[in-house]
């Protein structure tokens, strides 16, 4: 997949920032020109570090007890892009003189971001210029620059100038409620350690008390390369002669290290640039395609008949892995590592939308991203107990380290759903791999202590109902209300996942462990199963729907003539008592429900939910359009799943919701995933086994993907004529197609199943 702009556009310069930033997980660098832009052309010049955070003070006019006191947000760190280059005494920069020619390139395929110019300075010297840029899947500290000159008529000295800055700030906008609403700096700058081979600055953040690392080392063939040290940073000046004809080639190796994986990161930073300087450019840069070979062996999907589309899938799936953490310490957050949107805090949006992709085409991935989840246990143990329960844990709704972010308790911390929803997929996670070491090890203890809290949280009305009052559901413009619909279900899946799993590794002697650490009583899960059983699940018989909760039905519906849908979010134009007392949905709920948890819920029942709530839903959240388009094609409604998809696949290619400036929409990334293989394919994983209901939009000829189930590679090709699956690894299988099992040895043809 290559994405590729051919037009220098000064007003799209920040969204195209965050489209071709390069980000390996652990580290994200935007797209921003090394040579900057002139003053008035918007931009966020940034650079990130999974889970490096600064801890900033929330303020109330009025604090209750349990309110947030502190949040964490992620730092833009040291400014490293910044590549100055210099044609005697004329800087190349593309807004002055002649651009001849201009491309921007981000490839998947090797990993790299590329700027190609050829540019005629306003004093008639010509040249063309190459630069290419990685964040290495190998060596994820090291962010490499390769800047190449070539001389057309140019006589003369090239000269390039590289900064490393450290007197930065975090983005702000007043005016938007998902970015920071002031400026603040959160990264400073202590010391310059400055060679005649190298340079290394050591920071540190303004209240967490982290420390960072940044070493770069410059190779110039044939050139001239000195150090300084600067006020805030260090700089370095590379220079060679070049005639007409002749080219210089410069790399930079920028190197970062933090104190949250390392115990030196002065040291470490200093290591590490000396390996990749050592290694060379070639080297890198071929690592970085042969990890990306293997890496789309397993994860490609393709789309047939529509280019479109097959770029966008292949751009999802590639920031998906840009965006990913995989050393346990860093998640996903809600723009990964593109932008400072919603401050670099994580979500649910990484259990429900984005763990999937990773559970079944990359499973170390997904495991890392539950280790993360069981990192924090411990915090969501303590933000129980400050929520007022005895017993359980409760996830935090928005945070980096484990602590609760939001200070905004009604769309924050009332979503107890998400402990449902990291339960969920750690059950998921169970039914794909069945790693009884893993799930005995710390599986077991999230899905024990997150049951508990149902317990905690719900109670048994005059009817014999467990209930859950005062919580939020997925829809944010619905808050503080009881049963809510999805939020039951989770709990209700919480409660019994619990129990399975429990009685499966009890069964081998393998539940000890948890069941000590946290004194479990074998009891418990009767109440757990009873809790489940009696759950409240809000039905109306008059519209044949589940109730998004118990008095959602009863408000006004949403007048669209007085009060129309246009580009900006209903949130951003009214208060939220206003929306809170109508029936308007910000996102998919009780339909999301309804994808997740569809086991004993009839059929009509799901096509009255999703007719009636389509109608209320204004898909202000980029996470609802692609559970709408997986639940019409659950539906049979393959061109409606297919108009929901196309608004899923390209949000942040074609900028839709206007904010691709602050980041990518992560998990609607996932979602373009979700949508194609839970929706067109029908996937769904259970108990007995992994199930398939294949469907072919018309303007697709076909679709192939693949999926990790247990230690077995299946492979799956949809046309308009057959579908193919095919055992590609590992051992036979069985799986399920249309609910009958399907046994695969090897490649299995079936006719006409596309629907």
Same mark, same amino acid.
Request: negative net charge; charged residues 25%.
């Given at each position: 997949?290559?994405?590729?702009h051919k037009?220098?556009?000064?007003?799209?310069l920040?969204?195209?920032e965050?489209?071709?930033?390069?980000?390996?997980?652990?580290?994200?660098v935007r797209?921003?020109?090394?040579?900057?832009?002139?003053d008035?052309?918007?931009?966020?010049?940034?650079?990130?570090?999974?889970?490096?955070?600064?801890?900033?003070?929330?303020?109330?006019?009025e604090?209750?007890?349990?309110?947030?006191e502190?949040a964490?947000?992620?730092?833009n760190?040291?400014?490293v892009?910044?590549?100055?280059?210099?044609?005697?005494?004329?800087?190349?920069?593309?807004?002055?003189?002649?651009?001849?020619?201009?491309?921007r390139?981000?490839?998947?395929?090797?990993?790299?971001?590329?700027?190609?110019?050829?540019?005629?300075?306003?004093?008639?010297?010509?040249?063309?210029?190459?630069?290419?840029?990685?964040?290495?899947?190998?060596?994820?500290?090291?962010?490499?620059?390769?800047?190449?000159?070539?001389?057309?008529?140019?006589?003369?000295?090239?000269?390039?100038?590289?900064?490393?800055?450290?007197?930065?700030?975090?983005?702000?906008?007043?005016?938007?409620?998902?970015?920071?609403?002031?400026?603040?700096?959160?990264?400073?700058?202590d010391?310059?350690?400055?060679?005649?081979?190298?340079?290394?600055?050591?920071?540190?953040?303004?209240?967490?008390?982290?420390?960072?690392?940044?070493?770069?080392?410059?190779?110039?063939?044939?050139?001239?390369?000195?150090?300084?040290?600067?006020?805030?940073?260090?700089?370095?000046?590379?220079?060679?002669?070049l005639?007409?004809?002749?080219?210089?080639?410069?790399?930079?190796?920028?190197?970062?290290?933090?104190?949250?994986?390392?115990?030196?990161?002065?040291?470490?930073?200093? $290591?590490?640039?000396?390996e990749?300087?050592?290694?060379?450019?070639?080297?890198?840069?071929?690592?970085?395609?042969?990890?990306?070979?293997?890496?789309?062996q397993v994860s490609?999907?393709?789309?047939?008949?529509?280019?479109?589309?097959?770029?966008?899938?292949?751009f999802?799936?590639?920031?998906?892995?840009?965006?990913?953490?995989?050393?346990?310490?860093?998640?996903?957050?809600?723009?990964?590592?593109?932008?400072?949107?919603?401050?670099?805090?994580?979500?649910?949006?990484?259990?429900?939308?984005?763990?999937?992709?990773?559970?079944?085409?990359?499973?170390?991935?997904?495991?890392?991203?539950?280790?993360?989840?069981?990192?924090?246990?411990?915090?969501?143990?303590?933000?129980?107990?400050?929520?007022?329960?005895?017993?359980?844990?409760l996830?935090?709704?928005r945070?980096?380290?484990?602590?609760?972010?939001?200070?905004?308790?009604?769309?924050?911390?009332?979503?107890?759903?998400?402990?449902?929803?990291?339960?969920?997929?750690?059950?998921?996670?169970?039914?794909?791999?069945?790693?009884e070491a893993?799930?005995a090890g710390?599986?077991?203890?999230?899905?024990?202590?997150?049951?508990?809290?149902?317990?905690?949280?719900?109670?048994f009305?005059?009817?014999?109902?467990?209930?859950?009052?005062?919580?939020?559901?997925?829809?944010?413009?619905?808050?503080?209300?009881?049963?809510?619909?999805?939020?039951?279900?989770? $709990?209700?899946?919480?409660?019994?996942?619990?129990?399975?799993?429990?009685?499966?590794?009890?069964?081998?002697?393998?539940?000890?462990?948890?069941?000590?650490?946290?004194?479990?009583?074998?009891?418990?899960?009767?109440?757990?199963?009873?809790?489940?059983?009696a759950?409240?699940?809000?039905?109306?018989?008059?519209l044949?729907?589940?109730?998004?909760?118990?008095?959602?039905?009863?408000k006004?519906?949403?007048?669209?003539?007085?009060?129309p849908?246009?580009?900006?979010?209903?949130?951003?134009?009214?208060?939220?008592?206003?929306?809170?007392?109508?029936?308007?949905?910000?996102?998919?709920?009780?339909?999301?429900?309804?994808?997740?948890f569809?086991?004993?819920?009839?059929?009509?029942?799901?096509?009255?939910s999703f007719?009636?709530?389509?109608?209320?839903?204004?898909?202000?959240?980029?996470?609802?359009?692609?559970?709408?388009s997986?639940?019409?094609?659950?539906?049979?409604?393959?061109?409606?799943?297919y108009?929901?998809?196309?608004?899923?696949?390209?949000?942040?290619?074609?900028?839709?919701?206007?904010?691709?400036?602050?980041?990518?929409?992560?998990?609607?990334?996932?979602?373009?995933?979700?949508?194609?293989?839970?929706?067109?394919?029908?996937?769904?994983?259970?108990?007995?086994?992994?199930?398939?209901?294949?469907?072919?939009?018309?303007?697709?000829?076909?679709?192939?993907?693949?999926?990790?189930?247990?230690?077995?590679?299946?492979?799956?090709?949809?046309?308009?004529?057959?579908?193919?699956?095919?055992?590609?690894?590992?051992?036979?299988?069985?799986?399920?197609?249309?609910?009958?099992?399907?046994?695969?040895?090897?490649?299995?043809r079936?006719?006409?199943?596309?629907?």
């Amino acid at each position: 997949m290559q994405l590729t702009h051919k037009e220098l556009i000064p007003g799209q310069l920040a969204a195209e920032e965050t489209l071709f930033h390069v980000a390996n997980g652990y580290l994200g660098v935007r797209g921003c020109f090394e040579e900057g832009y002139p003053d008035g052309v918007p931009s966020v010049r940034g650079c990130y570090i999974n889970g490096f955070y600064d801890d900033i003070e929330l303020s109330y006019p009025e604090r209750l007890y349990g309110f947030p006191e502190r949040a964490q947000r992620i730092v833009n760190l040291p400014d490293v892009q910044t590549v100055l280059l210099w044609l005697d005494d004329e800087r190349f920069d593309p807004f002055a003189g002649e651009l001849l020619a201009f491309e921007r390139t981000l490839d998947a395929e090797k990993g790299v971001y590329t700027r190609r110019v050829r540019w005629r300075s306003p004093r008639g010297k010509t040249v063309e210029i190459e630069i290419a840029r990685m964040a290495s899947f190998t060596r994820p500290e090291l962010f490499y620059t390769q800047y190449r000159v070539e001389s057309v008529d140019f006589q003369g000295e090239a000269r390039f100038e590289c900064a490393v800055d450290c007197d930065v700030t975090n983005f702000h906008d007043p005016d938007d409620p998902r970015v920071a609403s002031g400026p603040q700096q959160h990264i400073f700058f202590d010391s310059a350690q400055v060679s005649a081979d190298k340079a290394t600055a050591l920071c540190h953040t303004g209240v967490s008390g982290l420390s960072l690392a940044v070493c770069q080392k410059l190779k110039l063939e044939g050139g001239d390369v000195r150090y300084r040290s600067e006020k805030a940073g260090f700089s370095a000046c590379a220079s060679i002669r070049l005639s007409p004809g002749q080219a210089a080639c410069l790399e930079r190796h920028i190197v970062f290290s933090d104190s949250r994986r390392q115990a030196s990161p002065l040291g470490r930073a200093d $290591a590490v640039a000396e390996e990749c300087w050592s290694a060379g450019g070639a080297a890198l840069l071929e690592e970085q395609r042969a990890w990306l070979e293997r890496f789309w062996q397993v994860s490609r999907v393709e789309i047939d008949g529509c280019p479109e589309e097959d770029v966008g899938i292949a751009f999802s799936l590639y920031q998906l892995l840009q965006s990913a953490g995989k050393d346990s310490i860093g998640n996903v957050s809600a723009k990964g590592l593109s932008g400072e949107g919603y401050e670099g805090h994580y979500f649910w949006d990484t259990e429900i939308y984005i763990l999937p992709f990773f559970l079944f085409t990359q499973p170390e991935i997904a495991r890392q991203l539950l280790n993360f989840r069981y990192s924090m246990l411990d915090s969501a143990r303590i933000h129980a107990r400050l929520m007022g329960h005895s017993r359980g844990a409760l996830y935090p709704w928005r945070t980096i380290t484990g602590s609760e972010c939001s200070s905004f308790f009604p769309a924050g911390s009332a979503q107890y759903h998400i402990s449902g929803d990291v339960a969920h997929s750690f059950t998921q996670y169970w039914y794909a791999t069945g790693d009884e070491a893993y799930m005995a090890g710390k599986g077991l203890e999230v899905l024990l202590e997150t049951a508990r809290l149902w317990i905690d949280a719900g109670h048994f009305d005059r009817q014999g109902r467990f209930c859950i009052a005062c919580v939020t559901g997925p829809d944010e413009y619905t808050c503080m209300i009881n049963n809510n619909y999805y939020t039951n279900q989770a $709990a209700r899946h919480n409660l019994l996942g619990a129990a399975a799993v429990y009685r499966a590794l009890a069964a081998k002697g393998l539940h000890r462990q948890a069941a000590e650490k946290i004194g479990f009583d074998e009891a418990e899960l009767a109440g757990f199963e009873q809790a489940a059983e009696a759950m409240y699940l809000p039905y109306d018989e008059k519209l044949g729907i589940n109730a998004q909760d118990d008095s959602f039905l009863d408000k006004p519906r949403w007048d669209f003539k007085l009060a129309p849908l246009n580009h900006s979010p209903l949130l951003m134009r009214y208060h939220p008592l206003y929306l809170y007392r109508h029936q308007i949905c910000k996102q998919a709920d009780t339909v999301l429900s309804h994808y997740l948890f569809d086991e004993g819920v009839d059929e009509s029942t799901m096509r009255n939910s999703f007719d009636y709530y389509e109608e209320l839903t204004t898909h202000d959240s980029s996470l609802s359009c692609s559970a709408f388009s997986i639940m019409a094609a659950r539906l049979g409604l393959v061109e409606k799943a297919y108009t929901y998809y196309q608004h899923t696949s390209r949000i942040d290619l074609d900028n839709t919701h206007g904010n691709t400036r602050d980041g990518l929409h992560a998990a609607n990334l996932g979602g373009a995933w979700l949508a194609l293989i839970a929706g067109f394919a029908g996937l769904r994983l259970r108990k007995n086994g992994l199930h398939f209901r294949f469907t072919l939009p018309e303007r697709w000829d076909g679709y192939r993907f693949k999926v990790w189930y247990k230690e077995s590679l299946i492979a799956v090709s949809v046309r308009r004529d057959a579908v193919t699956v095919e055992l590609e690894r590992g051992e036979a299988v069985t799986v399920h197609v249309d609910g009958k099992p399907l046994y695969i040895p090897s490649a299995v043809r079936l006719e006409g199943i596309a629907k």
